[in-house]
């Protein structure tokens, strides 16, 4: 994909140029810099897609750059080089570039390792986004008509807004993250109230009461929240019918 905006670093004018014909040349954007102090200022206030960076420059050197660019952004950088020692090679990878390459490689293998880091790059973001995405979806919670928004606390009820207060919305939402699993009303209250229950049952039986009255057509035969008499309660479902959605 061309049109990809790549950052060129080197305080020597003449490599400089050639860098950024073989860039402009492939249909890359191309910004410069010649020392790594000018370079840092522009990773912070554009949007870029890579880095090209020399290793000797002044003011700030390529791996000192490196280590700092590598602090806020996962962009990938290359080094391009005229140092050819392995520890050279070995530190420039330490401090968080991508590769290490040697000026005198030719420009259709450096086009190559651009286009290359670029299309790993282009997927990680993808992958991000799309991890991003699903986080997202399982953050609503849908069962029987029912549909629990966790992030904005919007519940609804066969597609009218439920009515809750801040207490049964919290106990609500935890059951149902836990669906079948039976919570004590000591656990309740100590995960809710943020604090231990001594004794005080009857803060957490008022609280679910209300909230069946809200969510249960009969609540002398609940739908979602079970009692189990002694024992707690439990956001009940059956294994046909999961309440956390994808969609």
Request: with cysteine; net charge negative; charged share 30%.
């Amino acid at each position: 994909m061309a049109g990809e905006k790549i950052l060129i670093v080197d305080d020597d004018a003449d490599m400089r140029e050639l860098i950024k014909l073989y860039m402009k040349d492939n249909g890359f954007q191309v910004v410069s810099a010649v020392d790594g102090i000018e370079a840092l200022d522009i990773v912070k206030q554009e949007t870029l897609d890579l880095i090209i960076l020399d290793v000797m420059m002044p003011r700030l050197d390529g791996f000192e750059l490196c280590q700092e660019i590598k602090t806020f952004t996962d962009i990938p950088i290359i080094f391009l080089s005229s140092k050819q020692d392995d520890m050279d090679k070995i530190l420039g990878l330490g401090v968080g570039a991508d590769d290490y390459i040697e000026k005198t490689t030719s420009s259709p293998v450096l086009i190559a390792k651009v286009k290359a880091h670029l299309r790993r790059y282009r997927q990680l973001t993808q992958k991000r986004k799309q991890n991003e995405l699903s986080e997202r979806k399982l953050r609503v919670i849908k069962y029987q008509g029912l549909v629990i928004d966790l992030d904005s606390a919007i519940v609804k009820l066969d597609n009218q807004p439920l009515r809750l207060s801040a207490k049964e919305f919290q106990i609500l939402s935890l059951l149902a993250q836990y669906p079948n699993k039976i919570f004590s009303v000591e656990k309740l209250f100590e995960l809710i109230w943020d604090e231990q229950s001594l004794g005080d049952y009857r803060t957490v039986m008022v609280h679910i009461s209300n909230l069946r009255k809200k969510l249960e057509t009969d609540t002398n035969q609940p739908k979602y929240i079970e009692t189990l008499r002694g024992i707690g309660y439990k956001f009940k479902y059956t294994e046909k019918e999961l309440p956390i959605s994808n969609e």
